[in-house]
């Protein structure tokens, strides 16, 4: 664990802010007890549902829309259903290039703009589509083009674009532009392959990680702000982490043993039902788990949730205190977005938004890009004291 003072990263936003962001179930698992198939909380249209409309009631910023064709809703829909029954919350809406031709993919994202009136950001998946086996090279390639392509749907009245898998020419009097202006919904961007970070350096504004112990994390952050000045361009970066927080540590740590008390591999395992279980992101992190004799990878960063899901394999795990500290020093380093979660994901986020969220310096990213500067934030920073 790092112990003297960390020097941030150049990120896009310099100001020590950060969004606050939640996780819905369109992916599936939600549970009490990780390893077990919960019948109560099933992925359904009603359950994601009250997720969000909980987290928006919390005063979280933004709230994550994962993607998966094996389990789950989808997107794109349920995204604009959600959109007249929210008033504030932003809505970070998985997309994987390839599944929609890029031409309608930026008509779906600039529609579903309007309807959210500005409320929207768009998590960039470069994974294999649903039932293929696809290369590296064709995805991050595939990837690229798609973003060129949304770029110039967004910003010019019509698309010439040569690429190796698209070649798109089309002249429209009345294209559908974003409800954002200057370039449309940021656009966020996950993986640790030197392609997919590549990706990211040149054409995505927030740099998404899973939770690894902070050397880890300030490496690729130095490197990931290192590629992107390649193209003279500066990016923020981003949290995927499960949370546990209670009013003692021994309480904390014992609800972690206990969602993991029923978990038996041989009986079922969520992790082997995704997409993404052997991912160079999931693989990693099962690396460092191996590497500790309880599962914490640091202080208050518990791993034990990798076992037995993929993607974000570990929490942040403590009192109130102890966790503001612990993101104080991802603020510290740079990271200027969270996108939170916990098991049950409703009753998590009401701990959340009762006993963290109100301490924090929340903003959402896109306000300081400067879309609504008459929204800057007012909350003001809360240095928790570790006790």
């Known amino acids: 664990m790092l112990t003297e003072p960390i020097k941030s990263v150049v990120t896009r936003t310099p100001e020590r802010l950060v969004e606050i962001g939640w996780f819905d179930d369109l992916c599936g698992g939600d549970t009490q007890y990780l390893g077990v198939l919960d019948h109560s909380r099933r992925s359904n249209y009603d359950h994601c549902r009250n997720i969000m409309l909980t987290a928006e009631q919390k005063g979280f910023g933004n709230i994550l829309l994962p993607t998966s064709y094996l389990v789950g809703q989808e997107v794109i829909p349920f995204a604009a259903a959600m959109a007249p029954q929210t008033t504030s919350i932003n809505m970070l809406t998985a997309v994987r290039t390839g599944e929609i031709f890029p031409i309608m993919l930026a008509r779906h994202i600039a529609t579903l703009d309007h309807i959210l009136k500005g409320r929207l950001t768009i998590n960039i998946i470069n994974s294999a589509l649903p039932g293929m086996d696809e290369s590296p090279e064709l995805r991050y390639k595939r990837c690229s083009e798609t973003i060129e392509i949304l770029k110039q749907a967004w910003m010019h009245e019509s698309i010439d674009f040569e690429g190796e898998i698209y070649q798109v020419k089309l002249t429209s009097t009345d294209p559908v532009k974003p409800y954002q202006q200057n370039g449309g919904p940021l656009l ?65 740590r014992t609800y972690a043993q206990k969602i993991m008390s029923k978990f038996d591999p041989e009986r079922f395992n969520l992790k082997q039902r995704t997409q993404d279980h052997q991912s160079l992101g999931v693989l990693r992190q099962d690396e460092f788990r191996a590497k500790s004799t309880d599962d914490y990878l640091e202080p208050f960063l518990w791993g034990g949730i990798g076992r037995a ?25 740079g990271i200027r977005a969270f996108i939170l979660s916990g098991y049950p994901l409703i009753e998590e986020c009401e701990l959340f ?35």
């Not at 990211?200 to 899973?210: G, H, P």
């Not at 300030?218 to 009013?247: C, K, P, W």
């Not at 896109?366 to 500067?373: E, F, K, N, Y």
């Open 188 to 252: 966020y961007f996950g993986g640790i392959s030197s392609g997919s970070k590549q990706v990211c350096a040149k054409y995505c504004d927030v740099f998404l990680m899973w939770p690894e112990p902070e050397e880890s994390i300030y490496a690729t952050m130095q490197d990931m702000s290192d590629r992107a000045a390649e193209y003279n361009r500066q990016i923020d970066f981003g949290l995927r982490v499960h949370v546990i927080v209670r009013e003692t540590e021994d309480e904390a």
């Open 353 to 387: 938004g009762k006993y963290v969220l109100p301490h924090l310096p929340t903003v959402k990213l896109s306000v300081l890009q400067g879309r609504t500067p008459q929204d800057l934030p007012t909350t003001p920073l809360t240095t928790a004291v570790l006790r």
């Open 309 to 333: 899901r993929s993607g974000c394999g570990a929490a942040l795990v403590g009192t109130p205190d102890q966790i503001l500290w612990k993101m104080n020093r991802y603020m510290d380093m």
